[in-house]
């Protein structure tokens, strides 16, 4: 008791008298009493030896890197890369782990019983159709792959976290469930966390994710997203034979351009918005008309109010085009247009106050980088619109190109997003009784 009292002491006078650095201090806005909680578990003989784990398992995190991302996770052809996961988090200790319904594979390390569960969770999935090469190659200090840090360093993460966990024998209060989640990219639309957090489903009181690669970097916030599929369907023909019949490609390209023409202005003042056409497709050859031509839409921003009024400015030009296209026909049926929702994100707007949020700044303060609160579109996105305590963390070290064939990793003190991800989630989790009496 005596020493718990002179810690808490100590703890105080550092933090007051400036020995943490000050500046961060002040543009944090971390109160007193998280820098405390997390500077005493840094001080722990047992959590010190987790965090100096970190660096003696750092080869074997290469390697973990190098083989997760070498097996190809394309949306919703995740499964080969869950069933090595799987065995990577049985590897370390965990006997309790399962892939679920939809994919996910969720690892279960106890706690006191006490009744409350966090999850540390990293997507399985990348942005790449199957067939892309994989393969990782060096280049000098870089590692290069499609998704090798989008998000295999991710997986990465959790593995690191767990190991050196298991390794210091830390004992928690909560249950921790260690998770490699499906959906997270693409059409995907947050289907694994939004299979965690379903109704009905066992409750989760926390999650924190991992994905983006600033170490200082923690998303407390979610950009919500519409994403459509429009499709115009005619009879098509032969360019020739049938001129003058209502053109799908014509009016898909209508669309678009009164559809750009409307939607800039809402994204010019305001909350951050934007609106994407990121794919386009159909015709069977140059001379035919084609009898379907179909975009997919992505419209985003952190105010739903935004990403409603991208909404009402897509669907307004959608059926402009169609109505333009078939006044202009001089032969044959008109055009029909199918616009299909393909993905919701909610927007959530978080609260830096939060205690996970103030762990995560605290922990990230412990190592003198100054935390950078932001929102994106991640999967806290869904948990945080629902009142579920989330936030998504670094993945660490340093990296580019992402969602592109040149990406690229850099161990660039990654060791770092691993230790701050240790002091947050046991801030989170808490210790478990017989821990603290130690």
Same mark, same amino acid.
């Given at each position: 008791?005596?020493?718990?009292?002179?810690?808490?002491?100590?703890?105080?006078?550092?933090?007051?008298?400036?020995?943490?650095?000050?500046?961060?201090?002040?543009?944090?806005?971390?109160?007193?009493?998280?820098?405390?909680?997390?500077?005493?578990?840094? +001080?722990?003989?047992?959590?010190?030896?987790?965090?100096?784990?970190?660096?003696?398992?750092?080869?074997?995190?290469?390697?973990?890197?190098?083989?997760?991302?070498?097996?190809?996770?394309?949306?919703?052809?995740?499964?080969?890369?869950?069933?090595?996961?799987?065995?990577?988090?049985r590897?370390?200790?965990?006997?309790?782990?399962?892939?679920?319904?939809?994919?996910?594979?969720?690892?279960?390390?106890?706690?006191?019983?006490?009744?409350?569960t966090? +999850?540390?969770?990293?997507?399985?999935?990348?942005?790449?159709?199957a067939?892309?090469? !994989?393969?990782?190659?060096?280049?000098?200090?870089?590692?290069?792959?499609p998704?090798?840090?989008?998000?295999?360093?991710?997986? !990465?993460? !959790?593995? &690191?976290?767990?190991?050196?966990l298991?390794?210091?024998?830390?004992?928690?209060?909560?249950?921790?469930?260690?998770?490699?989640?499906?959906?997270?990219?693409?059409?995907?639309?947050?289907? &694994?966390?939004?299979?965690?957090?379903?109704? &009905?489903?066992?409750?989760?009181?926390?999650?924190?994710?991992?994905?983006?690669?600033?170490?200082?970097?923690?998303?407390?916030?979610?950009?919500?997203?519409?994403?459509?599929?429009?499709?115009? !369907?005619?009879?098509?023909?032969?360019?020739?034979?049938?001129?003058?019949t209502a053109?799908?490609?014509?009016?898909?390209?209508?669309?678009?351009?009164?559809?750009?023409? +409307?939607?800039?202005?809402?994204?010019?003042?305001?909350?951050?918005?934007?609106?994407?056409?990121?794919?386009?497709? &159909?015709?069977?050859?140059?001379?035919?008309?084609?009898?379907?031509?179909? *975009?997919?839409?992505?419209?985003?921003?952190g105010?739903?109010?935004?990403?409603?009024?991208?909404?009402?400015?897509?669907?307004?030009?959608?059926?402009?085009?169609?109505?333009?296209?078939?006044?202009?026909?001089?032969?044959?049926?008109g055009?029909?247009?199918?616009?299909r929702?393909?993905?919701?994100?909610?927007?959530?707007?978080?609260?830096?106050?939060?205690?996970?949020?103030q762990?995560? *700044?605290?922990?990230?303060?412990?190592?003198?980088?100054?935390?950078?609160?932001?929102?994106?579109?991640?999967d806290?996105?869904?948990?945080?619109?629902?009142?579920?305590?989330a936030?998504?963390?670094?993945?660490?070290?340093?990296?580019g190109?992402?969602?592109s064939?040149?990406?690229w990793?850099?161990?660039?003190?990654?060791?770092?997003?691993?230790?701050?991800g240790i002091?947050?989630?046991?801030?989170?989790?808490?210790?478990?009784?017989?821990?603290?009496a130690?």
């Open positions: 008791m005596k020493f718990k009292l002179w810690l808490a002491l100590f703890v105080r006078c550092v933090l007051l008298c400036g020995l943490v650095t000050g500046a961060a201090l002040a543009d944090a806005n971390v109160e007193v009493r998280y820098q405390e909680e997390i500077f005493a578990l840094k +001080a722990r003989a047992d959590v010190s030896a987790a965090l100096d784990h970190v660096l003696t398992i750092a080869p074997r995190s290469r390697a973990d890197l190098v083989e997760l991302t070498e097996i190809p996770a394309p949306p919703f052809e995740e499964d080969q890369r869950a069933e090595r996961f799987a065995e990577l988090l590897e370390a200790g965990l006997q309790d782990v399962v892939i679920d319904d939809v994919g996910n594979v969720i690892g279960r390390r106890s706690g006191s019983g006490a009744g409350r966090v +999850a540390y969770s990293a997507h399985l999935d990348t942005v790449f159709p067939g892309t090469d !994989v393969t990782v190659k060096i280049d000098g200090d870089k590692l290069r792959a998704g090798i840090g989008d998000n295999s360093r991710g997986l !990465v993460v !959790v593995l &690191g976290v767990l190991r050196a298991q390794h210091a024998e830390i004992k928690t209060d909560a249950d921790i469930l260690f998770i490699g989640n499906v959906g997270e990219e693409g059409l995907g639309d947050l289907r &694994g966390v939004k299979h965690l957090f379903r109704d &009905g489903a066992e409750p989760i009181n926390s999650l924190i994710a991992i994905d983006g690669g600033v170490t200082d970097r923690i998303v407390y916030g979610g950009v919500g997203s519409h994403r459509y599929r429009v499709t115009f !369907v005619g009879p098509g023909g032969h360019s020739w034979g049938v001129f003058g053109n799908p490609h014509h009016a898909l390209g209508r669309a678009i351009a009164l559809f750009d023409e +409307a939607a800039l202005p809402i994204t010019r003042s305001g909350a951050k918005s934007s609106y994407n056409v990121g794919r386009i497709g &159909g015709g069977t050859s140059v001379n035919s008309v084609p009898f379907e031509s179909w *975009m997919e839409v992505d419209l985003r921003s105010d739903l109010q935004k990403i409603d009024q991208l909404d009402v400015a897509l669907q307004t030009a959608v059926h402009q085009a169609l109505q333009e296209e078939n006044a202009e026909k001089t032969r044959g049926d055009l029909t247009v199918e616009i929702r393909v993905g919701t994100r909610p927007a959530a707007k978080g609260d830096p106050s939060s205690p996970l949020v762990r995560a *700044m605290a922990a990230t303060l412990a190592y003198d980088l100054e935390p950078q609160l932001r929102i994106s579109s991640t806290a996105n869904l948990p945080i619109s629902i009142g579920i305590p936030i998504t963390m670094s993945r660490g070290g340093s990296g190109g992402a969602h064939l040149r990406e990793w850099r161990n660039d003190d990654g060791h770092l997003a691993i230790q701050i002091l947050t989630l046991l801030a989170e989790a808490g210790l478990a009784e017989a821990a603290l130690d």
